[in-house]
């Protein structure tokens, strides 16, 4: 891959990384608002439910993160835009959409057939 394209994929990476880095900032605000309310039990059971949406969005966050920082590793080692299976290059267009992708298309649909007979 060429350098300027890498540097594209660096920065569209590490916009993403602050964007969620911003977003898991709120979350901590917004969880501490809601502690700290005395509500009765229904508010208490709308809070322990938002809370539970909470830290499953955080989860996923905190799972694209890891993959962002895998990627951003990549481009450093200079295997990034290559499929982790084959070796093949990604479609760089693939890649635009979804920088964080790993795997060919061949690769994933492969890996998704297995993920669904083992399911
Ligand atoms: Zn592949």
Do not use: H, W, Y
């Amino acid at each position: 891959m060429k350098t300027q394209e890498l540097q594209f994929f660096k920065d569209l990476l590490l916009t993403q990384r602050a964007e969620i880095l911003n977003k898991a900032d709120s979350f901590k605000t917004e969880s501490v608002v809601e502690s700290t309310g005395q509500g009765d039990e229904g508010d208490l059971a709308v809070s322990e439910l938002s809370l539970s949406l909470t830290l499953r969005l955080q989860e996923r966050q905190t799972q694209l993160l890891q993959k962002i920082d895998r990627a951003l590793g990549k481009i450093e080692e200079g295997s990034f835009g290559l499929c982790e299976q084959c070796e093949e290059p990604l479609n760089i267009n693939r890649l635009k959409a979804r920088p964080v992708a790993s795997l060919c298309i061949s690769c994933k649909e492969e890996q998704e057939s297995r993920e669904r007979v083992f399911a």
